[in-house]
């Protein structure tokens, strides 16, 4: 049997939203340079089919569209690795005050952040840590009389994580392919494959936003009950009375 652990102090809870608050700002800054990955990725696509069906195109043409697919390619990935870095800081700060909160939980820190890094873990593992973050603070909410109006079923996570596993497979394979391509149809279809990447990060930030945000107030609205137990323990009246000086 679990020991009951008492609640955490204010000291000890460090409130996560405002990890929540960049990490999503990051994910919409990540999904407008996808969203301009995606036109000039399109804008290479057409003049590749023009060149395959033997329409010439101006050199100068070809490397404005080569430069700027380079231009948007850094940038998205400076943003994807800050907002990587953002998002983690946020989900390791919210496992961390989940621990807290209660009597065990079923990992441990590390690896909240290397689930992440380790192959084949990081195929499944991130997704149960978020899923266990949400279980357990709605648990925690009910427990304490909360009315949660709008239940945070696995639907979404379940959308969430399907659609990062097929990106990231994606992803490995517009890189291994982009390797050895060489002829026009190669390149179109290294083309295509991208544009198919580029698609599917539109609605995976956009569902990223709401995993975040839909949590953030789960664990707000648990760290403002925290506070109304705080303040009326302070409003309590000291007991000073010995017990056997009372009246029988």
Not at 61 to 68: E, I, N, Q, R, T
Not at 98 to 118: G, N, Q
Not at 220 to 226: C, P, Q, V, W, Y
Request: glycine share 4%; charged share 20%.
């Amino acid at each position: 049997m679990h020991e009951q652990k008492e609640l955490p102090s204010a000291q000890e809870l460090q409130p996560s939203d405002q990890r929540a608050k960049l990490a999503i700002t990051l994910v919409w800054i990540v999904m407008a340079l996808n969203m301009l990955s995606l036109g000039s990725g399109y804008y290479s696509y057409q003049l590749l089919c023009q060149i395959e069906e033997g329409i010439e195109v101006p050199l100068d043409v070809a490397s404005k569209s080569d430069l700027l697919e380079l231009v948007i390619a850094i940038g998205y990935l400076v943003a994807f690795v800050i907002s990587g870095v953002t998002f983690l800081r946020w989900f390791t700060r919210a496992y961390s005050n989940l621990k807290l909160r209660t009597p065990y939980t079923d990992h441990t820190m590390p690896w909240v952040w290397a689930s992440w890094f380790v192959p084949i873990i990081s195929a499944f593992r991130p997704f149960k840590i978020m899923s266990e973050l949400y279980r357990r603070t709605s648990t925690l909410l009910s427990e304490a009389g909360a009315d949660l109006q709008n239940r945070h079923t696995s639907a979404v996570l379940g959308w969430w994580w399907a659609l990062w596993l097929v990106s990231n497979v994606v992803t490995n394979a517009s890189l291994r392919y982009s390797m050895t391509a060489e002829s026009v149809e190669e390149l179109i279809n290294v083309a295509i494959i991208n544009l198919i990447d580029n698609a599917i990060g539109i609605p995976l930030a956009v569902i990223t936003v709401k995993v975040i945000h839909d949590y953030a107030k789960l664990e707000s609205r648990l760290f403002d009950i925290d506070q109304a137990v705080v303040i009326d323990d302070t409003m309590l009246p000291p007991n000073d009375t010995d017990p056997s000086e009372q009246p029988s």
